[in-house]
């Protein structure tokens, strides 16, 4: 957004007072009322839009500014869509149920907690959504915590650290994929980027937990069923594992993550009419509207009934919404005002970064919403970083390790709310044991000035 020149100037305290508000107003709305994310962005616009023309700024600069910060969300806005359509066609073609498959055939080994963690780490990479992880294989986990009388506190922990770093880590992650595009990273060098600190994370949490588990854990009946049913769909082939390959392989040729995501769903689409035997009309059905899990056990049906174009339009709708606020936030000078402030004030790179991840981690608290903890701070700090001579990925994985990952961490939180609910585990309870969501951002800060620098 940095084209959106300010066309008010007002005093840092009003644009401190005004931008409080307007947070408290969203959080009002989103947290007492549970309203939708998309509702109170828009009166939040609507107040801005007020603001402005109270200001004499013309109707036509601040349609420009919303057109402005809209338009620098198309590229995310495309990737979006060849997500939707990877994931369902992954679906058809049993990529990704091999990968549950996989996943799911390691737990019945002993370190409880551990095998959680990973296994919900494997299946959070290859869904790209941490709640879809939790809602079910999270489920069926917290079930057999429960048979063997293993604690639930530390089972939730491990599985909501598992699916977290799933969802950082995956190429089918719409927060990643946010991340990555909101400060104009190529997808793939951001994944490779936040491995420095993810990584890390993820081996101390997997010894934490590993420390901490059973010494022995009966899973084998509950697995089982879970392997059977997905065996049963008919979708998992020796040919299952080529779109992931592919995938790989236009990775390690350096094409665009557009590209890449999009020849694999091709092929993967390919793959489900010649060796699966989907009609075309399902397949671009599929496409569209995502598929459908018919299994005789629902718990998988809910595990497969992912993807398609529709599955995207809420995320799509709520980029668009908040980068056109974003743009107000610019035109109106209330943003570059205290960016101003804040340039004269962080000159070290680690003050940078500790302020960077503080800031997401308070719009998840205070707003509880990680999209907008990864929007408003991404838009907040580019001109900062770009100044102190730091790297755009520096500022894309700062945003996810305090961004992405505390949201489960906030009561109020969306994801704190539907974590709680689906697990019957509340968020005070596990969140000591959410090591990963915990670490991720005590690392960034700590070491992440090491390879921040251009």
């Known amino acids: 957004m940095n084209e959106i020149k300010a066309k008010h100037h007002p005093s840092l305290t009003v644009s401190i007072i005004f931008l409080i508000m307007i947070v408290g107003i969203i959080s009002f709305f989103m947290i007492g009322l549970e309203a939708a994310p998309h509702i109170p962005i828009l009166i939040a616009i609507f107040i801005l839009i007020g603001y402005g023309l109270w200001n004499k700024i013309s109707y036509q600069s ?8 809209a338009g620098s969300a198309m590229g995310a806005v495309f990737l979006f869509f060849v997500i939707g359509i990877l994931i369902s066609s992954w679906m058809i073609s049993g990529t990704i149920p091999v990968l549950m498959m996989t996943g799911l055939s390691i737990i019945s080994t002993t370190w409880f907690y551990a095998i959680v963690f990973a296994v919900t780490a494997i299946i959070g990479i290859s869904l790209g959504s941490s709640l879809t992880t939790t809602a079910t294989v999270g489920v069926a986990l917290i079930g057999m915590a429960g048979a063997m009388d293993a604690s639930l506190a530390v089972t939730a922990g491990a599985i909501v650290s598992g699916a977290f770093f799933g969802d950082k880590m995956s190429p089918l992650s719409d927060t990643t994929n946010l991340a990555s595009a909101i400060v104009g990273v190529d997808l793939f060098e951001h994944i490779k980027h936040i491995s420095l600190t993810t990584i ?75 060796v699966n035997h989907f009609p075309l009309s399902d397949i671009l059905g599929a496409w569209f509207g995502g598929y459908a899990g018919n299994s005789d056990f629902e718990p998988v049906n809910e595990l497969i009934t992912r993807g398609g174009l529709e599955s995207m339009f809420f995320t799509i709708t709520l980029v668009i919404l908040a980068l056109s606020f974003g743009g107000l936030l610019f035109v109106t000078g209330v943003l570059p005002v205290i960016l101003k402030a804040l340039q004269t004030k962080l000159k070290r790179t680690r003050s940078i970064i500790a302020s960077t991840a503080g800031t997401a981690i308070g719009i998840n608290v205070f707003i509880g919403e990680q999209y907008l903890s990864i929007l408003l701070t991404g838009e907040t700090f580019q001109r900062i970083y770009e100044r102190a001579g730091l790297t755009k990925k520096a500022l894309a994985r700062t945003l996810e390790d305090a961004g992405t990952v505390i949201n489960p961490l906030v009561p109020w939180s969306v994801c704190g709310v539907f974590i709680a609910n689906v697990l019957g585990v509340s968020v005070l309870a596990y969140l000591p044991f959410a090591f990963f969501c915990l670490l991720s951002p005590v690392i960034t800060i700590l070491f992440g000035a090491r390879t921040a620098k251009k």
């Open 200 to 274: 890390p994370a993820f081996i101390i949490s997997f010894i934490a937990f590993a420390i901490l588990s059973p010494s022995e854990a009966n899973t084998g009946n509950n697995i089982a069923r879970y392997q059977e049913a997905l065996q049963e769909t008919g979708l998992i082939h020796w040919s299952s594992w080529i779109p992931l390959i592919v995938l790989i392989l236009c990775t390690v040729f350096k094409l665009s993550a557009f590209l890449s995501l999009s020849i694999s769903s091709v092929i993967a689409s390919i793959l489900a009419f010649a």
């Open 62 to 69: 601040l349609q420009n500014a919303m057109g402005l910060g």
